[in-house]
T-cell receptor, first 119, second 112 residues
Framework: GAGVSQSPRYKVAKRGQDVALRCDPI?????LFWYQQALGQGPEFLTY????????KSGLPSDRFFAERPEGSVSTLKIQRTQQEDSAVYLC?????????????????FGPGTRLTVL | DQQVKQNSPSLSVQEGRISILNCDYT??????FLWYKKYPAEGPTFLIS?????DKNEDGRFTVFLNKSAKHLSLHIVPSQPGDSAVYFC???????????FGTGTRLKVLA
């Protein structure tokens, strides 16, 4: 079956531009996560959706970052007025369950990521 | 504050030998640990996990060991194969939560 897909795969933006990154999770997955992975670092949590509800946005670095999942499936991460420090790979993950932990039900499946470069 | 640490950024191992990747954590509430493998231009893929009620979990060539008192886990790959060359991330979660905390990764290179 289809996995998690993300588009675009690569995005180059000029500083100050707005960008929108899309995530198509696995069909039927309740949970959706956005992570930011800077060069040489591990994925860092940005935000979490359970269906259409954004339950945790504690990892969003500033109010320039906004995420939505209006119908509980596709999600968009929007970054306004991009800065050079926003350059990173943005990863989306989805899972059937609502908790991390034991069981394939809770396994997070990752998309290939969108590499954002801000010039 | 890095709650999950992978202190070795890279590791090179000869094909057929054992690869040992290490991970340390600071949060004693963590009760579930995973290893993810990542190839270039792909997302991380789940490899193996362990619950804190166990100290070892094995899946084919991959074994994860957990030492709760030392807050340390390790991934053993035996025998190592060139296709194992990738970046390996350790991750952890606490009970009742939904997010994983990732380490910074170790790049494994298996030499043919």
């Amino acid at each position: 079956g289809a996995g998690v897909s993300q588009s675009p795969r690569y995005k180059v933006a000029k500083r100050g531009q707005d960008v929108a990154l899309r995530c198509d999770p696995i069909s039927g997955h309740v949970s959706l996560f956005w992570y930011q992975q800077a060069l040489g670092q591990g994925p860092e949590f940005l935000t979490y959706f359970q269906n259409e509800a954004q339950l945790d946005k504690s990892g969003l670095p500033s109010d320039r970052f906004f995420a939505e999942r209006p119908e509980g499936s596709v999600s968009t991460l929007k970054i306004q007025r991009t800065q050079q420090e926003d350059s990173a790979v943005y990863l989306c993950a989805s899972s059937q369950g609502v908790l991390a932990g034991v069981g394939s039900y809770n396994e997070q499946f990752f998309g290939p990521g969108t590499r954002l470069t801000v010039l | 504050d890095q709650q999950v640490k992978q202190n070795s950024p890279s590791l090179s191992v000869q094909e057929g030998r054992i690869s040992i990747l290490n991970c340390d954590y600071t949060n004693s509430m963590f009760d579930y640990f995973l290893w993810y493998k990542k190839y270039p231009a792909e997302g991380p893929t789940f490899l193996i996990s362990i619950s804190s009620i166990k100290d070892k979990n094995e899946d084919g060539r991959f074994t994860v060991f957990l030492n709760k008192s030392a807050k340390h886990l390790s991934l053993h790959i035996v025998p190592s194969q060139p296709g194992d060359s990738a970046v390996y991330f350790c991750a952890a979660s606490a009970p009742g939560t939904y997010k994983y905390i990732f380490g910074t990764g170790t790049r494994l290179k298996v030499l043919a």
